[in-house]
RNA sequence: GCCCGGGUGCCGGAAUCGGUAGACGGAGGCGCCUUAAAAGCGCCGGCCCGAGAGGGCGUGUGGGUUCGAAUCCCACCCCGGGCACCA
């Protein structure tokens, strides 16, 4: 082996090697006694070569897959590519190249960065979503969700990208505007595909709890997107109709409360009772203005706006007659579309019976405190206290009182005790062309036909005209959509939307199991052996979207029999973005650092150490501050290697004759057992730093001339899943070893080496450190104490006051306290 | 507004069953080796006072608990992220 650390030579020779040998490819050999492990990374999407993010999260991923080989577990680590989508399209529209094309050309450009970045995949179960091989089964699955009842289309207000001209799911609207061009979103009434997510709202809900392994982050983001609230519907009565109408409310205990009713303009009541009580005149401006506004002017429209409609709701639990409204603010996703209002105690209701004029009725007082006079009311009183003007319930503490209430309301007839969820149905259909067709076919006889499995995959057509504007590319083709029914073999049409490309990505995992399958999307008994994933390594920019929706997926799976299992996920790790001064890499900023460009320079490993060692796997890594502002240094990383490689090779030659201290096989054995414990923790950082100190010990004891070749070894080994080049030349050329370090056995940890034999006793005088000494490990308080009188140091630091008090932790410490 | 994270040297970060704060690395300075460069090796490195020995201060701010607090408790400030008229 060369002294000299040359990656440039090395890391080329290896990869053709690993490749040569198929070290990477999981076993599916029954006699294969390995537990198995499934080290699962999120696929990435085909936009371009890969970025740092994609750097930063495989060298993650990598090195949990490489650790879990030499552990002796059969590890399953796969790749393939999310590819269906947007940005394939919208190239498309820019350059004239087909989507499937410049798909095709992006995911070889990543499969090759890949390879040189020395990811260990199993490149024998790679896929694409966009292959009708794949989105085959995409859309098999879609059907059994439809035979369930669990895929379904409705009429409904929903979001609408202007720029991408398509609709977009509710986890897809950030802030208002669109996740991927950032436009404002606008609100249409469109008939649209939706999974019935909502009927998984309480199990996904449950199950986090389950979750014990993912970033509290993300759990508390799924629970607060799942948005569980406990409450009663309520039936008010409209006067002037006798028509019954529900709302929803987490504060039954304020129904004596309520002077006033209000509508979503969106309710399919309003324009009806507008008209019959003579008020659609003003009523239907305000339904105009709301409907036009978009979401956010909406939403920070901070004006309560609102429209008397001219008729009476009954309160059910006093016969009183309020007036009713039709107001924005409602809104008609959540509950019922309709709320009983009570400005005494909610906020929202609070401003709009000041800007109306409405009554405020106190209902909750504060305990112990003076009555609250409603016509000094600045704010709603929304905290506890003891219910008043409320009939039998006066006296009652609240929120105490709200189950009672709620029960009560049952006993009557007048409501029930219920549960409402912020989350919504997950709206799937797109109107682009870059996607999964929908595998529906309407007929004017028969409705929503399904496809028959056996003419599975309705393929996209290859002529489609990309360009914006009017239907979308599937409606405007010419010949696509006419059909034959299959129901009744009358003349029909296919559905012409395509599906959300997070589709695709929920099932992608069982896949990896089954590679090439073809009656189904997966083996159930492959599936089985290799999952749920041992390890997902992903962005955190999922946390709701895939994640969710990923959960939902393997639920129905479940409930249709076909895993054994309820989670995907058990373990999920969440690297950190790669941001340069503080804010995130991209084009129109000109501060994007390519990976590729770093490999080409200084190596796979050292673009690899670099991303592991800048801090904890989980934070953000600012590219300004760790690689300072030139970007042709030589990074710290690589000087290491460098010392690394000039240790090992010392170490070879110095074998004969010369002994291992006994200090540096202690400091091996302690390595080993730190760098396990980090990288059970995913502690990348701190492993290598580690490994640092046992090289510069290395170092020292070959320079006072004697021997470090079990520190050499296990150094190599080591270093394999963060490095593998480096190692995997330092094993098999520097140690002369002939089978690869990556399918080495990791090395194990003396115990016996690893406990201290002396440590560093300090001695405190008033809690101040003022002396230490080596002592033995096993040292008795009395020793302990008589060391710390002995101190000359100590002593002084007393000087003529007196000791009142000893603590002695041996070995640790001696903290003698003084008075006077 | 509500809910999560997080504030430690010039910089990235170590150290959280309370017990030597600043491991490891970067940037910087000095030196060795070399004709020279590269590569490699060694030393210094929180702030203040002091020639030095040494002393004082120091983990966002202010309190508290404790022999002892980066770590625990209370209040506050700042930064990042998520949600946001969810009844």
Known sequence: MSRRYEPSEIEPKWQQVWADEGIYEASEDPADPRPRFYALDMFPYPSGDLHMGHAEAFSGGDTIARYKTMQGFNVLHPIGWDAFGLPAENAAIKRGVPPAEWTRVNIEQQARSFQRMGMSFDWTRRLASCDPEYYRWTQWLFLRFFEKGLAYRKASPVNWCPNDQTVLANEQVIQGACERCGAMVERRNLTQWFFKITDYAQRLLDDIDTLDEWPERVLTMQRNWIGRSEGARVTFTIEETSEEIEVFT?????????????????????????????????????????????????????????????????????????????????????????????????????????????????????????????????????????????????????????????????????????????????????????????????????????????????????????????????????????????????????????????????????RYCSPGYEDGPFRREDVDRWMPVGQYTGGVEHAILHLLYTRFFTKVLYDLGMVGFTEPFPKLMNQGQVIYDGASMSKSKGNIVEPMPLVQRWGADSMRLIMLFAGPFEDDIDWKLIAGEDPNRRPGVHSWLGRVFAAVADAVEREVGATEPESLRRLTHKTIKGVTEDLDRFRFNTAISKLQVLTNEMRAVLDAGDAALGAARALAQLLAPFAPYAAEELWRVGLGEAASVHTSSWPRHDRALVVEETVTMVFQVDGKLRDKAEVPADIDEDFALSLAHGSVKVAAAIGDREVVKQIVRAPKLVNLVTKG
């Open 250 to 510: 987490t504060r039954p205990d304020t129904l004596w409360g309520v002077t006033f009713f209000v509508f979503s303009v969106e309710h399919p009541a309003v324009e009806r009772l507008a008209k019959l009580a003579g008020t659609w005149g003003e009523v239907e401006p305000l339904i105009e203005r709301a409907r036009l506004a978009s979401m956010v002017d909406r939403e920070a429209a901070d004006t309560k706006e609102g429209v008397f409609l001219g008729v009476h709701a009954i309160n059910p639990v006093n016969g009183e007659k309020v007036p009713v409204y039709a107001a924005p603010y409602v809104l008609m996703e959540y509950g019922t579309g309709a709320i009983m209002a009570v400005p005494a105690h909610d906020e929202r209701d609070f401003a709009f019976a000041r800007q109306h004029a409405l009554p405020v009725r106190v209902v909750i007082q504060p305990p112990g405190g003076d009555p609250i006079d409603p016509d000094a009311m600045t704010e709603a009183m929304s905290h506890e206290g003891v219910m008043v003007n409320s009939g039998i319930f006066d006296g009652e503490h609240s929120p105490g009182s709200i189950a009672k209430v709620a029960a009560w309301l049952s006993e009557e007839g007048r409501g029930e005790a219920t549960v409402s969820f912020r989350l919504r149905d997950w709206l799937l259909s797109r109107q682009r062309y870059w996607g999964a067709p929908i595998p529906i076919v309407h007929c004017p006889a028969c409705g929503e036909v399904a496809v028959p499995d056996d003419e599975l995959p309705v393929r996209l057509p290859d002529d489609a005209d990309f360009q914006l504007g009017g239907d979308s590319p599937l409606a405007r083709h010419p010949t696509w959509k006419h059909v034959a029914c299959p129901s009744c073999g009358g003349d029909a049409v296919r559905d012409t939307d395509t599906m959300d490309t997070f589709v695709d990505s929920s099932w992608y995992l069982f």
